[in-house]
């Protein structure tokens, strides 16, 4: 809760600095010599359109997503990925999520490639549909049992090559970028992280958990900040 608490925090400060709505035409700068404040997930969180998101019921049960947020298509430290269509980027109407999912998504990765010179941008894929609802295989590819209520979304492992690409084997997957990737959301408190059974990565066991088909991307879920 702690964790969580923190993170509601960084959102509203890094919102509050960076953000496109918060930010007044001022006539006259900081003062000279005035440090700047700003964070690496900035320039990402001012090309939202924020608006405070519900996400009702559960993520894999009757989940609806109010007042969603989009996920633009790419931006400074990630690009968004269709499974289906194995294209860049994904397609709009899957990459809705709460504000809450989205401003962790860009804040996580954001630290993670301004603590790891030289990462990759990072590939995301499915959040929720506009209004959440049922993800499953009439979507296209596997479909989501969950994906339901904007809390959940699919994050590409970083390849050892840097292409930014699906890694589409699990010797493709750099390990140390992976498992940092991992770290950072369970750092914010994510309720659950899960990856892939051929992978070697490691996290609490109630939090992290090896789940089938994620050997090419790790699948984050946040609690609801609303319960
Ligand atoms: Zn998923």
Same mark, same amino acid.
């Given at each position: 809760?702690? @964790?969580?608490?923190?993170? *509601? $925090?960084?959102? *509203?400060?890094?919102?509050?600095?960076? =953000?496109?709505?918060? @930010?007044?035409?001022?006539?006259?700068?900081?003062?000279?010599?005035?440090?700047?404040?700003?964070?690496?997930?900035?320039?990402?969180?001012?090309?939202?359109?924020?608006?405070?998101?519900?996400?009702?019921? $559960?993520?894999?049960?009757?989940?609806?997503?109010?007042?969603? %947020?989009?996920?633009?298509?790419?931006?400074?430290?990630?690009? *968004?990925?269709?499974?289906?269509?194995?294209?860049?980027?994904?397609?709009?109407?899957?990459?809705?999520? *709460?504000?809450?999912?989205?401003?962790?998504?860009?804040?996580?990765?954001?630290?993670?490639?301004?603590?790891?010179? =030289?990462?990759?941008?990072?590939?995301?894929? +499915?959040?929720?549909?506009?209004?959440?609802?049922?993800?499953?295989?009439?979507? =296209?590819?596997?479909?989501?049992?969950?994906?339901?209520?904007?809390? +959940?979304?699919?994050?590409?492992?970083?390849?050892?090559?840097?292409?930014? $690409?699906?890694?589409?084997?699990?010797?493709? %997957?750099?390990?140390?970028?992976?498992?940092?990737?991992?770290?950072?959301?369970?750092?914010?408190?994510?309720?659950?992280?899960?990856?892939?059974? @051929?992978?070697?990565?490691?996290?609490?066991? +109630?939090?992290?958990?090896?789940?089938?088909?994620?050997?090419?991307?790790?699948?984050?879920? $946040?609690?609801?900040?609303?319960?």
């Amino acid at each position: 809760v702690l @964790r969580r608490s923190a993170l *509601t $925090l960084l959102i *509203t400060l890094t919102l509050g600095v960076g =953000g496109a709505s918060a @930010r007044p035409a001022q006539e006259s700068g900081p003062p000279d010599g005035a440090p700047v404040e700003t964070h690496p997930a900035d320039a990402d969180l001012a090309a939202v359109e924020w608006r405070p998101s519900r996400a009702l019921g $559960l993520p894999f049960r009757r989940g609806r997503l109010l007042d969603g %947020v989009l996920l633009p298509g790419e931006g400074i430290n990630y690009f *968004t990925y269709d499974g289906p269509l194995r294209q860049v980027p994904n397609r709009a109407w899957r990459r809705w999520g *709460t504000d809450y999912l989205v401003a962790s998504l860009l804040i996580v990765i954001a630290e993670h490639r301004a603590a790891n010179p =030289g990462a990759p941008r990072i590939g995301i894929g +499915d959040l929720s549909r506009p209004e959440g609802g049922p993800f499953g295989a009439r979507y =296209g590819g596997l479909g989501h049992a969950s994906h339901q209520n904007g809390l +959940d979304a699919d994050v590409y492992y970083p390849r050892l090559d840097r292409r930014e $690409l699906r890694p589409g084997a699990p010797r493709l %997957v750099d390990p140390a970028l992976a498992q940092d990737l991992v770290d950072r959301f369970v750092a914010i408190g994510a309720e659950k992280v899960f990856v892939g059974p @051929r992978l070697q990565l490691r996290g609490p066991r +109630d939090v992290v958990s090896k789940l089938r088909y994620h050997d090419d991307h790790l699948h984050v879920r $946040l609690y609801n900040p609303s319960h």
